[in-house]
């Protein structure tokens, strides 16, 4: 047997335990990427009274960072070795550490001021390296516990599934526990402490969820870092897939960092509007996966995704107008964004194994961390964008911090400000990228063509463009 070619395959068909277990680990990926994206920005201006354009900054250049280390991440688990896998042991160390970590964050031991503001982006920064190692592997493993086509998607559904309710139980809870813990700092003391518990149990599922499935076995690679990049950016499938969900990532996470001042300022309900919003957003998405999956087999993954882009952005647009709506109106344009929202989502998540698949069957060489490191590189680029980009805006429309725990009286001007970047901003992120799947061309033909009937020649140079034959 040649000893390059990949391991076999998992079987098709995978256990449900796997499919359970696997998905629980969004709880880990739900969590913190809604929470910080939520709360993390208005913590930063009505609590800590750090101005708006510092808090942007404060909140962008931690997860900036994980452009850098979410590859090297990717590329130390293609060539980890060890009895649990070669993914497995960063679900479960990363995920421990990344809790521990997430709730340092809103430890507030410097009280308010810039000492406090220093404080928190140290500790997001810490937290989003624990996050890049358990988010990368975790990202990575779908490609490898299955080869079928089809198989991938129902396993992204009990994922996004799983995503949605973690983003609904993070999302609308967490305002819920600041409240009920005192408001300001110590409320949100309570609130990390909660959502670090939510990260243990996802991580607890993952890891033990997955256990006794093969998640690839390390074949040569590429000889660096660089070397594996340059692969990872001749796949042209790939490369047009995650410029455009880094994209629309920073459009949905700029829609998740106006959530409290969209509540607050524009429906006049800072008590419970957050919490409606949220559940009207991700509430949908639990209803409507099984008709995205049955979508997703009759147009074809691409096609789906683009309508549900659409249907995400569509009501975004139309909520310029929440000021004169009812309110039922408004809660009802936000599901109707929630079920664009989650075929968004598992539509890019179930394309990305494709491109992996498609990478591997043409080289022969196992490194899908590496494409998925770029991959959650850039989608945690994009989701820290978004409050950068919404916390710019409030800036510049004049937006008033505080360090009361509650937010002061705002300009017009500031209202206007926080009402553009929750619908015309996301929207037009959204939509701008759809083009850009027009190159996207992976079929399940098209894969099974990309397959090797060969031993595959790893002496060919890694610049050598015969690769794409």
Not at 9 to 29: F, I
Not at 376 to 389: M, R, S
């Given at each position: 047997?040649?000893?390059?070619?990949?391991?076999?395959?998992?079987?098709?068909?995978?256990?449900?335990?796997?499919?359970?277990?696997?998905?629980?680990?969004?709880?880990?990926?739900?969590?913190f990427g809604t929470v910080p994206g939520l709360l993390l920005l208005p913590y930063l201006t009505d609590t800590l009274g750090i101005a708006?354009?510092?808090?942007?900054?404060?909140?962008?250049?931690?997860?900036?960072?994980?452009?850098?280390?979410?590859?090297?991440?990717?590329?130390?688990?293609?060539?980890?070795?060890?009895?649990?896998?070669?993914?497995?042991?960063?679900?479960?160390?990363?995920?421990?550490?990344?809790?521990?970590?997430?709730?340092?964050?809103?430890?507030?031991?410097?009280?308010?001021?810039?000492?406090?503001?220093?404080?928190?982006?140290?500790?997001?920064?810490?937290?989003?390296?624990?996050?890049?190692?358990?988010?990368?592997?975790?990202?990575?493993?779908?490609?490898?516990?299955?080869?079928?086509?089809?198989?991938?998607?129902?396993?992204?559904?009990?994922?996004?599934?799983?995503?949605?309710?973690?983003?609904?139980?993070?999302?609308?809870?967490?305002?819920?526990?600041?409240?009920?813990?005192?408001?300001g700092v110590p409320g949100h003391r309570w609130m990390g402490l909660f959502v670090a518990g939510l990260i243990v149990l996802g991580t607890?599922?993952?890891?033990?969820?997955?256990?006794?499935?093969?998640?690839?076995?390390?074949?040569?690679s590429e000889p660096s870092l660089r070397a594996q990049l340059a692969v990872a950016g001749r796949n042209r499938p790939f490369r047009l897939?995650?410029?455009?969900?880094?994209?629309?990532?920073?459009?949905?996470?700029?829609?998740?960092?106006?959530?409290?001042?969209?509540?607050?300022?524009?429906?006049?309900?800072?008590?419970?509007?957050?919490?409606?919003?949220?559940?009207?957003?991700?509430?949908?998405?639990?209803?409507?996966?099984?008709?995205?999956?049955?979508?997703?087999?009759?147009?074809?993954?691409?096609?789906?995704?683009?309508?549900?882009?659409?249907?995400?952005?569509?009501?975004?647009?139309?909520?310029?107008?929440?000021?004169?709506?009812?309110?039922?109106?408004?809660?009802?344009?936000?599901?109707?964004?929630?079920?664009?929202?989650?075929?968004?989502?598992?539509?890019?998540?179930?394309?990305?194994?494709?491109?992996?698949?498609?990478?591997?069957?043409?080289?022969?060489?196992?490194?899908?961390?590496?494409?998925?490191?770029?991959?959650?590189?850039?989608?945690?680029?994009?989701?820290?964008?978004?409050?950068?980009?919404?916390?710019?805006?409030?800036?510049?429309?004049?937006?008033?911090?505080?360090?009361?725990?509650?937010?002061?009286?705002?300009?017009?001007?500031?209202?206007?400000?926080?009402?553009?970047?929750?619908?015309?901003?996301?929207?037009?992120?959204?939509?701008?990228?759809?083009?850009?799947?027009?190159?996207?061309?992976?079929?399940?033909?098209?894969?099974?063509?990309?397959?090797?009937?060969?031993?595959?020649?790893?002496?060919?140079?890694?610049?050598?463009?015969?690769?794409?034959?």
């Open positions: 047997m040649n000893p390059t070619r990949s391991a076999p395959r998992a079987p098709v068909g995978l256990p449900r335990r796997v499919h359970a277990g696997y998905a629980l680990g969004s709880l880990v990926t739900g969590a708006a354009g510092l808090a942007a900054l404060l909140v962008l250049v931690p997860k900036a960072w994980d452009v850098l280390v979410n590859p090297v991440a990717g590329r130390i688990s293609d060539r980890t070795r060890s009895p649990w896998g070669a993914r497995r042991p960063y679900l479960l160390a990363g995920g421990l550490t990344l809790a521990v970590l997430f709730a340092a964050i809103f430890a507030a031991p410097f009280g308010a001021g810039a000492g406090a503001g220093t404080y928190v982006a140290v500790a997001f920064l810490a937290t989003a390296t624990a996050f890049a190692f358990f988010q990368v592997p975790y990202v990575a493993m779908p490609a490898e516990l299955t080869a079928d086509y089809t198989e991938r998607t129902r396993l992204m559904s009990w994922r996004i599934a799983v995503l949605a309710l973690a983003i609904l139980v993070s999302g609308a809870l967490a305002p819920l526990v600041v409240t009920a813990g005192g408001e607890a599922g993952a890891f033990l969820g997955t256990r006794g499935v093969p998640d690839g076995t390390v074949t040569e897939l995650l410029i455009c969900f880094v994209i629309q990532s920073a459009g949905v996470a700029t829609i998740l960092a106006g959530v409290n001042y969209f509540a607050d300022q524009i429906l006049r309900s800072p008590e419970t509007g957050a919490t409606l919003l949220f559940a009207c957003f991700v509430g949908p998405a639990l209803l409507v996966m099984p008709l995205w999956t049955r979508a997703g087999t009759r147009l074809g993954k691409r096609t789906a995704f683009v309508v549900a882009s659409l249907l995400l952005a569509g009501p975004a647009l139309g909520l310029l107008a929440a000021p004169v709506l009812p309110p039922v109106l408004v809660y009802l344009l936000v599901a109707v964004m929630g079920a664009g929202y989650a075929g968004q989502q598992v539509f890019a998540l179930a394309m990305l194994p494709d491109c992996i698949a498609y990478d591997t069957a043409r080289t022969g060489r196992r490194q899908a961390g590496v494409f998925t490191g770029l991959w959650t590189a850039g989608e945690t680029f994009g989701l820290a964008l978004g409050p950068g980009i919404y916390g710019l805006v409030l800036q510049l429309s004049g937006y008033v911090s505080s360090s009361t725990g509650t937010a002061a009286a705002q300009s017009d001007g500031a209202r206007l400000g926080v009402l553009i970047g929750f619908t015309v901003l996301p929207a037009l992120l959204v939509v701008l990228a759809v083009p850009l799947l027009r190159g996207y061309d992976l079929t399940p033909e098209r894969l099974a063509a990309a397959t090797p009937t060969h031993p595959v020649d790893h002496g060919v140079v890694v610049g050598d463009k015969s690769r794409e034959a």
